[in-house]
């Protein structure tokens, strides 16, 4: 029950490392229902070693649920419009930064009366 107080706080801490010890079906049951995840081991490195890997496969997990809200920016140079409607294809020139899969592209048109920047989203690669 404490360990699914963690559930609200850091999903990937609300695990239990249980060494040389016997899993009553009860409290296996209540885990499974609350989402707390129960490593058992009767050999601490066997234990630790699952943690671990339990931790990268959490990070990982997390890195492709923030992938989308990642932007790496960069400069553009447009080469040669292949297809002008949708879907855009346009071949370029990466003058600096490193484009990505996922990442937005927006055309920024100076304005001639007010002289300021007008941001036109393209979409994304």
């Known amino acids: 029950m404490r360990a699914g107080t963690m559930l609200e706080k850091n999903k990937e801490f609300a695990v239990m490392l249980c060494f ?5 079906k009860e409290a296996q049951q209540y ?14 490195y066997h234990l630790f070693d699952a943690f671990t890997a ?3 496969q959490m990070l990982e997990v997390k890195r492709q ?18 297809n002008k409607k949708d879907p855009i294809v346009v071949g370029v020139d990466v003058i600096e930064g490193t484009l990505r899969i996922g990442t937005p ?9 007010t002289g300021e920047r007008d941001v036109i989203v393209l979409g994304r690669v």
């Open 65 to 82: 649920e923030s992938a989308a809200q990642a932007v790496f920016p960069c400069v553009l140079s447009p080469v040669q419009v292949f």
């Open 31 to 44: 885990a499974d229902e609350v989402g707390v995840k129960i490593f058992t081991a009767d050999i601490i």
């Open 54 to 56: 339990y931790q990268k």
């Open 105 to 113: 592209v927006a055309a920024v048109k100076p304005n001639p009366i």
């Open 20 to 24: 040389d010890v016997k899993i009553d």
